[in-house]
């Protein structure tokens, strides 16, 4: 008898897997090309891959990680039998992919739900680090901003720093790959992001663009430009917040200049962009771009608020 229901049971399983399969297989495979996309650790992508419905809990744990450096997410999120998560664009639409099966196990195995937090906010980083327009796939400088950002997410989340670093601890390659750099590179990354949102203030996020800014008191406590640059060749004064008491300003040579005791010093260049939101880039000479917005603020490629041009 308990050979029968054994039987029947098994009998019953492979009804239902034949019963599904159709449901799964009559999709399309999703349409991109696997090479051109990063994976957490490197893991190529075999196969055709296709999406499945996400769980709730991770569409909320998106929905949180967004919430955190205030912006709205522009992309979907879709359970797929990839490795473990990547970050794709396909038929003009952003895509967060990721694998249930491997979500549940980086939590066992990191005994904290933060490993899955930080895996998914690091594809999150590509898309908003803009490495996903590309078609080069995963580079390690990419993959360092990637978890730069995960580190500075998981810390406006509330993660400790061995929460923020607990998935690459458990899962990144010691030794560097073609794609990606060696482990001890990404916990790093994730350290400066995580301290870099804990000396911004910590806790949740002032970054949002649609909060109300506070504009330091630096902005009313100008001091002349001086003969340093002539007034009339002054777009405005530049603040940046890692730097509240150095004297930047944009000239309508659209260049950006420091002043100092010295003199001044040309440290980088506008650009107009195509992106009515934040018309202008900056570029410093050391290849950093921020973002100046129609608001007058400046924004990193991740959405974070790094300062605000004020007028003299
Ligand atoms: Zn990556």
Redesign the pocket.
Known sequence: MPFIQTTQKILAGLLLAFAAAPAVFAQQPLPFDPKHV?T?DGTPIKGPVYEFAPSQATSQMVGRIMGSVGLKPRFQVKAANVPNAAAVIYNNQRYILYSQNFVEQVNQATRTDWGAVSIIA?EIG?HLNGHTLGLDG?RPSN?LE?DEFSGFVLQRMGATMLEAQAAMNALAHEEATETHPPRNARLEAIAAGWYRAKENGGGQATIARNQPAEKPAAATTTRPAGPAIPREELVGKVVFNASPGKEYYLTKKLQLVRVTEAGKEVVGKLAKTDNSQYPFVIQSRNNTFVYLADDGYIYSRAGEKMGYVAKI
Request: include cysteine; proline fraction near 0%; glycine fraction near 0%.
């Open positions: 990063c957490y690091h590509h995963s993959e990637a």
